[in-house]
């Protein structure tokens, strides 16, 4: 069952984050440091101040409010040591212009032709006497093969549906880190410029991300040596963004220093972008999360919402990847990935540091309600092939990991009989100061204080 699975993955967890000017900790701290701005412009600038606090000859410069044809320009930062800055279309952003000062950059790349980044920004470059590479194509499919060949190629690329994002970014700081290009592709056309790619190159090996209906067998038929890279073995409604990179952590993961991976937003491009260069500098990661869901949870097995399944295995996947000395790099603010998404790794984290007991720790229903976080833990142990939950707690704790508070013992109501059993539960909602509960047998309500716990329906797990 889905529930048993999950209580399979319990390892503790860490990202670590250098420190920068903005990086913010005051939530969580020490498990959580975000490196963020005020805006996507502001949190790239500050991913720059980040990883590249001496400075750099180069910069690559891309269209902040467009993904399609900065999608590939990762390896090409990494090339060049460069960091990748955001900028609108039309005219450069004063902060941007600081820290291309700031930076000492001598050479900027700029991705896209004058209607992603003006010629205006161009010119406005040039008399910084910045050097400027313009490298773009008639469409995103072009400019990704104008990426590549800038590039040292070594036999190996990365193939990628070029009408979203999110795979093209799974990708990204390990195709940069392996100076693999991202060519991108039509779900089931190939583009005429990919395919004279492949006929002028030597081509050995390529991987190919996502599922079928993302990039077709026709497609990668049409490269050599072709390996798909996509979550095979989920059963709920098919893959998903977040499905497919964790497969594409778990294919490189022994490439990579996993202990140091990012979390970005897997909704919306920006950080990850930005992001993708940091993560490829420090031979890491970007972990994709959805950073809007109000709750780290799972509901009734009758009303399962695709997102929270896909989001929750991926929450505990990064758990499972990352160090337990290092604090989480989170890109972006609160309105990228909120405070519960972060909480549920931070508090995991804080129930290992202080796990006394011999058994297993699992934080697996989390919500934030106004400066508390309440969550449901359970203390577990593998017994033959199954895990069984030996001891649960529902408890709250504030933002700042102080007040810690167990509200509620409900080791007895996963009793069935005189063995405990897989049965979790989960926190719904925070609600006029009632928290509501509940699993597949019975659904509860208790107050934010403890007391009055009440059975609302179905058979509790106790007699």
């Known amino acids: 069952m889905f529930k048993n699975k999950l209580i399979f993955v319990l390892c503790a967890i860490g990202i670590s984050l250098f420190m920068s000017s903005k990086v913010m900790a005051a939530n969580y701290a020490p498990y959580v440091q975000r490196i963020c701005g005020d805006d996507r412009y502001a949190t790239a600038i500050e991913v720059s101040k980040n990883g590249w606090a001496n400075g750099s000859e180069y910069a690559v410069l891309a269209n902040g409010q467009n993904f399609p044809d900065a999608l590939s320009a990762a390896p090409l930062a990494k090339k060049y040591n460069a960091p990748i800055l955001l900028n609108p279309d039309s005219d450069l952003d004063s902060r941007v212009e600081n820290e291309l000062q700031r930076l000492g950059v001598k050479q900027i790349f700029i991705i896209g032709g004058p209607s ?49 994002f999110p795979d093209a970014l799974s990708i990204a700081p390990i195709a940069a880190e392996k100076s693999m290009p991202i060519i991108l592709t039509l779900p089931n056309t190939l583009p005429e410029s990919a395919a004279n790619y492949v006929k002028n190159n030597k081509i050995t090996k390529t991987y190919i991300i996502g599922e079928k209906d993302v990039v077709s067998d026709n497609i990668a038929n049409s490269f050599p040596n072709s390996e798909r890279i996509w979550n095979s073995n989920y059963v709920y409604n098919g893959s998903s963004r977040y499905d497919t990179n ?7 993961r022994n490439d990579l220093n996993l202990s140091n991976i990012y979390l970005a937003s897997g909704e919306n491009f ?10 490829a500098k420090n031979s890491s990661a970007i972990a994709l999360v959805n950073g809007s ?161 009440t059975c609302l329906g179905g058979k509790p797990d106790y007699s």
Request: glycine fraction near 8%; aromatic fraction near 12%.
């Open 116 to 164: 992603v980044i003006s010629d205006t920004i161009k010119n406005k470059l040039e008399g910084l006497n910045i050097k400027t590479t313009r490298l773009w194509g008639q469409n995103r499919y072009e400019t990704s093969i104008k990426i590549a060949e800038q590039l040292n190629f070594n036999g190996q690329v990365v193939v990628v549906n070029g009408e979203n």
């Open 246 to 252: 964790i497969a594409v952590l778990n294919k490189f």
């Open 270 to 279: 920006p950080d990850a972008l930005a992001g993708s260069a940091l993560a």
């Open 293 to 453: 869901l109000e709750a780290f949870t799972i509901h009734n097995d009758d009303i399962y919402n695709d997102d929270d399944i896909h989001n929750y295995d991926n929450i505990l996947s990064i758990r499972n990847f990352s160090s337990l000395n290092k604090p989480f790099r989170v890109l972006g603010g609160t309105s990228s990935i909120n405070d519960t998404i972060i909480g549920s790794l931070a508090i995991s984290r804080f129930e290992t540091d202080n796990n006394t007991t011999s058994y297993t720790d699992n934080v697996n229903s989390v919500i934030v309600d106004g400066d508390w976080v309440y969550y449901h833990k359970e203390y577990s142990m593998r017994v033959g092939d199954e895990w069984e939950i030996k001891e649960s707690f529902l408890c709250k704790i504030k933002k700042d990991l102080t007040g810690y508070t167990v509200l509620l013992d409900t080791t007895k109501y996963n009793n069935q009989g005189s063995r405990p059993t897989g049965m979790q539960y989960y926190i719904t909602k925070i609600e006029n100061g009632w928290i509501y509960y509940g699993n597949t047998r019975a659904y509860f309500k208790v107050r934010i204080d403890g007391t009055e716990n």
